[in-house]
């Protein structure tokens, strides 16, 4: 294919990109990386057009513009990646990275007198190395947070392609001296080819990325309560039929926060969601220690599951749960709670009916016994 072409189907490439993203800015949810990234693909967009333009007229000086819009294009790419993968890089170091690469670039287009020679063509692809090797130090970081993300390893796959194919595009333009840009070699076209596979990975990763990360998130809001960001109901007896269907071994205990309503009442409403959330707190420590599930079943009620293998006792694990929910409730309100609690053991129940049922008989029991 022409290498005009190319150069025009890549720029359409980072342009529906740089829509799709910008739409996606005005939404609340959307990743702060979005903004800059759709800046990247509209700067790109703009060069890649430019470029293709000034080899059809061959206008020396708008390929100069193209070239160092392209620069500018790969730093704010540079840039959006960092900012997705949380890394910390500061903000000078843009302005340094845009300034050198387009200076030196500049430079060596008015004194290697035309650029389109291996000598630019070395240039270029050493100095593209920065803005794309610093966007795959950061995907590198993004896919050692996200291991199990297929879009991170495209995004990190792509730009170490690329900047692997620079590496290699120095050295043969640099030996080459009849090295042009518009000749249809095996390497120009493959390195034209090479950065339209290019904006494509990273627009589809881009996107692919955000996509797996709001759906991640919205299965996590389904799942959880959110003023005490633990399981609720509807997971937790998820999550506790499918443990009695493996037939595990563990006892279901049910926690009830006792005269709640009185807490409410007498301290407020936002003392009550305090010792909720301490509640919960405490109860998400149990299940990472223990390998216990936890959740919250509705207003002051709770559940936890404790399987039968764990190292401390269950009624060690409730008592320090006591000890410390008091302790804590007594210095956020001034007075230390305490809770009532019902249980049923999984050999005891065939069916999570059964086994919740029993334990809130057990529960019911307690609560009768407290109000005497
Ligand atoms: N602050 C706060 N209170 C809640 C929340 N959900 C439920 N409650 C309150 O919890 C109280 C539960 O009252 P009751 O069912 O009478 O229970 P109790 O006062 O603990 O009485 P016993 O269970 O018999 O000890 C009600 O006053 C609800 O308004 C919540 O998310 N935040």
Redesign the pocket.
């Given at each position: 294919m022409d290498i005009i072409t190319i150069i025009v189907l890549t720029g359409l490439t980072n342009l529906t990109f740089a829509l799709y993203s910008w739409q996606q800015v005005s939404n609340p949810e959307s990743h702060a990386a979005c903004k800059p990234f759709a800046q990247a693909q509209l700067i790109k967009a703009v060069s890649y057009f430019i470029f293709a333009a000034s080899l059809y007229h061959a206008l020396a000086d708008m390929r100069l513009i193209a070239n160092l819009l392209i620069f500018i294009g790969c730093w704010a790419e540079a840039r959006a990646y960092i900012q997705l993968a949380g890394t910390k890089l500061r903000g000078r170091f843009w302005a340094i990275g845009i300034v050198t690469t387009c200076a030196v670039f500049t430079w060596m287009h008015y004194t290697s007198g035309d650029n389109l020679n291996n000598i630019m063509i070395v240039t270029s692809s050493v100095l593209l190395l920065l803005p794309i090797g610093t966007s795959a130090y950061a995907l590198y970081q993004l896919y050692r947070q996200h291991p199990g993300s297929a879009f991170a390893r495209v995004l990190l796959t792509v730009n170490s392609m690329m900047l692997l194919f620079c590496i290699v595009r120095a050295p043969v333009a640099a030996t080459n001296p009849d090295f042009y840009i518009t000749q249809r070699l095996f390497m120009n076209q493959a390195f034209m080819f090479a950065t339209f596979i290019f904006a494509l990975g990273n627009g589809i990763g881009f996107i692919g990325f955000l996509k797996e990360r709001s759906d991640q998130k919205l299965r996590q809001r389904a799942d959880v309560d959110y003023?005490t960001a633990i399981y609720n109901r509807q997971c937790f007896e998820k999550l506790t039929k499918e443990k009695l269907k493996s037939g595990a071994s563990f006892s279901l205990y049910f926690l009830?926060?006792?005269?709640?309503?009185?807490?409410?009442?007498r301290f407020?409403?936002?003392?009550?969601?305090?010792?909720?959330r301490c509640f919960g707190k405490l109860l998400r420590n149990k299940q990472e220690k223990h390998h216990g599930i936890v959740g919250r079943l509705?207003?002051?009620?709770f559940g936890l599951l404790l399987p039968q293998s764990t190292a401390s006792s269950h009624q060690q694990i409730l008592q320090t749960l006591r000890d410390n929910f008091a302790a804590e409730t007594q210095t956020l309100i001034g007075e230390p709670l305490t809770f009532?609690l019902g249980y049923c053991t999984s050999n005891n129940a065939a069916s999570l009916h059964e086994l919740m049922h029993k334990a809130d008989i057990l529960l019911y029991a307690a609560?009768a016994e407290?109000?005497k």
């Open positions: 003023l009830d926060i006792d005269k709640f309503k009185s807490v409410n009442d407020g409403h936002a003392a009550g969601d305090q010792a909720l509705g207003g002051e009620e009532s609560k407290l109000a």
